[in-house]
């Protein structure tokens, strides 16, 4: 069974950063496509950062050169790590894996999800 928990979401000033982090199991990692999402309530969700199996990255532009996202084989982990916070970056983030895909991340359906991790940033 696909299990997937966030950590480390939190609250920070505008232009600070924080790092979340996605455990991974119940699946051969490393071999599909992972990725981020936020939601803000009344609003759809929606990706942030996806990463595929060869390590290729892709963002959504509102955040390209501000988020990295990471991912390591050997802790079965994803990674965020988000710098230059805005206030319009506060938002629920979860962690998604998709295990009928392993690239062109970005473009694809999700359909195991994490519980969440809450980002507060205030200006």
């Known amino acids: 069974q696909v299990h997937l928990v966030e950590f480390g979401g939190g609250s920070a000033q505008s232009g600070g950063s924080l790092k979340l982090s996605c455990a991974a199991s119940?699946?051969?990692?490393?071999?599909?496509?992972m990725a981020w999402f936020r939601q803000v309530p009344g609003k759809e969700r929606e990706i942030v950062a996806a990463?595929?199996?060869?390590?290729?990255?892709s963002y959504e532009n509102s955040v390209k050169g501000r988020f990295t996202i990471a991912q390591d084989n050997a802790k079965n982990a994803i990674y965020l790590e988000m710098n230059s916070l805005k206030p319009e970056d506060t938002a629920m983030y979860y962690c998604?894996?998709?295990?009928?895909?392993?690239?062109?991340?970005?473009?694809?359906?999700?359909?195991?999800w994490g519980q969440g991790t809450q980002v507060t940033v205030s200006s």
């Open positions: 998604a894996a998709d295990l009928d895909n392993k690239e062109w991340c970005f473009l694809h359906e999700y359909d195991h």
């Open positions: 119940g699946y051969p990692f490393g071999t599909y496509c």
């Open positions: 990463i595929d199996f060869d390590d290729t990255t």
